[in-house]
């Protein structure tokens, strides 16, 4: 049978619920975000641009 | 069956009170100094970046936070200032302060590492490790200078700044470091005056306990005047100038003054006046670190536009 009655306890449960779920959203946007950072500002060997030590400098 | 009624509300945690256990006002501090650390350095860093810095280094402070909240229950249920932290309070089981702690220690080493480089990972992971083991589990209940060398946990947040931009440690980095070191002691040493009998309580071997009050007052004198050179010196360093200049000599002059009046008394007069001298000394050393930093942030500022630096 379902709890028909909200308690103060599910309030607490679903602030819980809540707050971990924007945590890992937040998580995900970041690393996300840190990926297009680091792909677009580093070469293909993984050096900020203009600083690669490569055969053409 | 739904009883609710026979549940023990007070055991439920809310998302606050996991919040609680990272010590936001300490990770406050953390934020400041590393972000200061890392915009100071003189290697640029993408502006995202910086922001993921700080935020898994402040992770790894709330962290260590945990840690410290799991296994100094037994102290905080006695002490006033800490009885109402979420374990002591019975919100949080201690089992799962412990592995909130170090799953976020896991995490916030390795993104750090990954989205700066290893070495301030390396460190993000050696700063936990000396604030949960060194401090927390070994110096704070065995000797009165828990504080002193304890507080090198606190003074790590700039270098690790420093070295996610540079990728090392420095002059600059270890003078940052040396500023909040020898800062630890009279701001904590101050607390420890006008907290009167917690920390006897608790069997915390603090310096007011161990030495006697009027120890304390002189060993804060101390540290306050062993302080200013190596503020001096960070004025004087190349991510100094003279904005830096000038607040240092202010804030040094005025804690040292603060200092000089807190020696001055004795426990009569502060019990008398409810330790104003003491609990000004201690406001004013929160408001020391944060313009000292900022002072050093303001002289970036001006650096970038061709202004400030020596």
């Given at each position: ?9 599910h ?13 890992l959203?937040?998580?995900?946007a ?28 | ?35 200061v650390g ?5 290697v ?18 709330g ?21 109402n932290?979420?374990i ?5 089981g201690?089992?799962?302060a ?10 916030s ?7 700066t ?8 992971a ?16 065995s ?10 946990a ?12 540079t990728?090392t440690?420095s ?13 630890t002691?009279?701001h ?18 603090m ?6 009050r009027?120890a ?5 004198l ?7 050179p ?8 190349p ?14 002059l005025?804690?040292?003054a ?11 007069t ?9 609990k ?31």
């Amino acid at each position: 049978m379902a709890i028909a009655r909200e308690h103060e306890l599910h309030h607490r449960r679903r602030g819980r619920n809540f707050g971990l779920g924007f945590v890992l959203i937040g998580f995900v946007a970041l690393v996300f975000g840190l990926t297009i950072v680091k792909v677009s500002h580093q070469d293909a060997h993984g050096n900020p641009p203009g600083t690669s030590q490569g055969a053409g400098n | 069956m739904s009883d609710l009624s026979a549940i023990d509300h007070g055991h439920e945690a809310g998302f606050g009170d996991y919040v609680q256990l990272l010590k936001p006002r300490v990770m406050s501090l953390v934020v400041f100094t590393a972000m200061v650390g890392l915009i100071v350095a003189p290697v640029p860093v993408h502006p995202f970046v910086a922001f993921t810095a700080i935020l898994f280094i402040a992770l790894g402070g709330g962290a260590s936070g945990a840690l410290n909240m799991w296994y100094d229950a037994d102290i905080d249920r006695v002490m006033r200032r800490t009885r109402n932290r979420p374990i002591p309070a019975g919100r949080i089981g201690g089992g799962e302060a412990l592995g909130l702690g170090i799953a976020l220690s896991g995490i916030s080493c390795i993104m750090l590492g990954l989205a700066t480089n290893l070495v301030a990972g390396a460190f993000l992971a050696f700063t936990i490790f000396f604030y949960v083991v060194v401090y927390t589990m070994w110096l704070k209940r065995s000797t009165p200078q828990n504080i002193v060398i304890g507080g090198a946990a606190g003074a790590f947040p700039p270098m690790i700044g420093w070295a996610c931009a540079t990728g090392t440690v420095s002059v600059e980095s270890l003078l940052m470091f040396a500023l909040i070191f020898m800062w630890t002691p009279p701001h904590f040493w101050s607390l420890a005056l006008f907290m009167k009998d917690d920390y006897s309580k608790a069997g915390v071997p603090m310096l007011t306990v161990t030495h006697g009050r009027r120890a304390t007052r002189r060993h804060i004198l101390v540290y306050t005047i062993l302080l200013a050179p190596f503020a001096l010196g960070l004025a004087l360093s190349p991510i100094g100038g003279p904005v830096v200049l000038a607040a240092a000599v202010l804030l040094n002059l005025g804690f040292i003054a603060g200092a000089v009046r807190i020696l001055g008394r004795d426990e009569a007069t502060a019990e008398a006046d409810g330790y104003r001298a003491e609990k000004a000394f201690f406001r004013f050393s929160l408001a020391y670190l944060f313009l000292h930093f900022g002072a050093l942030l303001v002289e970036a500022s001006l650096r970038a536009h061709g202004l400030g630096g020596w």
